[in-house]
């Protein structure tokens, strides 16, 4: 559990200059994409800045679902659909390699404990 310590020093302001108004697109399927609108602070849409577009998916494992997430470099919803299957299975790929890098660390950790037990006698 972390440490909560002096929670006056956590700033809880909100940042007036970077407001997003969240949209859901989902295909009930595989998609879902966040859609992030720039507003301003009295709420209205604000051109100055581009949208931002996030994927998400999950997959099925033994261990249970495995969520995987990416931002969709798109200006538009219809870019953002041409851009969701490459950014996953980009966000696919670097998820399996952290898993990969992850088991080769406990592997490592292991066989340095075993390399550390004595037996009396030998």
Known sequence: MSDLGNQREIDFSVDK??????????DLRAAAIRHLVPIRADGSDDPGRAP??????????PE??????ARLMANNLAEAYTEFPKAMQQALQEV???IQE???QQAAKKRSEQ???IVPGR
Not at 17 to 26: F, G, V
Not at 52 to 61: A, C, E, K, P, Y
Not at 64 to 69: E, K
Request: charged share 15%; hydrophobic share 35%; glycine share 6%.
């Open 64 to 69: 249970g679902p495995l969520p995987i997430q």
């Open 17 to 26: 200059d970077n407001l997003y108004r969240e949209e859901s697109i989902t």
């Open 96 to 98: 399996i390699a952290q």
């Open 52 to 61: 931002i577009f996030i994927g998400s998916s999950q997959l099925m494992t």
């Open 102 to 104: 992850l088991r080769q």
């Open 115 to 117: 390399s550390r037990i």
